[in-house]
């Protein structure tokens, strides 16, 4: 079976009731419910996680890789504008990561305009909202 990591950093947990004008109204339970049907289609399991701490997020980006994972969708919050730790996890592992925003980061304040991440990843999709998680799962999946 087909694995794909969907990592959510920190204060992701708190989808639905933070700052919902910009990061919607939907929870992170949403988002995993909207992802599921798309592991019946293509014979894929997701693996969910999310963490406010920076080690559990370069953990399973290891993990990402000793499990044969085909992707990673990782959405690193606000550690995307500064963690070289993370940066480093992406960059040491031989599976695809594709960085993904619920917001348009680039429309926002300017720390948030600079990805240290991005330039080890395979992409970035900003801006779509949960379906940016979709996009890039079938970015994995569609190939
Ligand atoms: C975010 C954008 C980050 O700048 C912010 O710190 C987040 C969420 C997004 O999904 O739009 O926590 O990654």
């Not at 894929?44 to 499990?67: P, V, Y």
């Not at 969708?73 to 990561?97: E, K, Q």
């Amino acid at each position: 079976m087909k694995k794909i990591y969907v990592i959510n950093g920190p204060n992701l947990n708190r989808l639905g009731k933070r700052e919902p004008e910009v990061y919607g109204k939907h929870t992170i339970e949403d988002l995993e419910k909207m992802l599921f049907p798309l592991g019946d289609d293509f014979g894929c399991t997701f693996i969910f996680k999310q963490s406010n701490h920076e080690g559990n997020i370069i953990d399973w980006i290891h993990e990402a890789e000793d499990e044969q994972a085909i992707g990673v969708v990782l959405n690193p919050g606000a550690f995307t504008h500064y963690s070289y730790a993370i940066r480093d996890a992406v960059a040491s592992i031989r599976v695809p990561v594709i960085e993904v925003h619920i917001s348009n980061v680039h429309s926002r304040e300017a720390f948030r305009h600079t990805s240290v991440i991005s330039p080890v990843t395979e992409g970035q999709i900003v801006g779509f909202g949960f379906y940016g998680y979709k996009m890039a799962a079938l970015a994995f999946l569609e190939r």
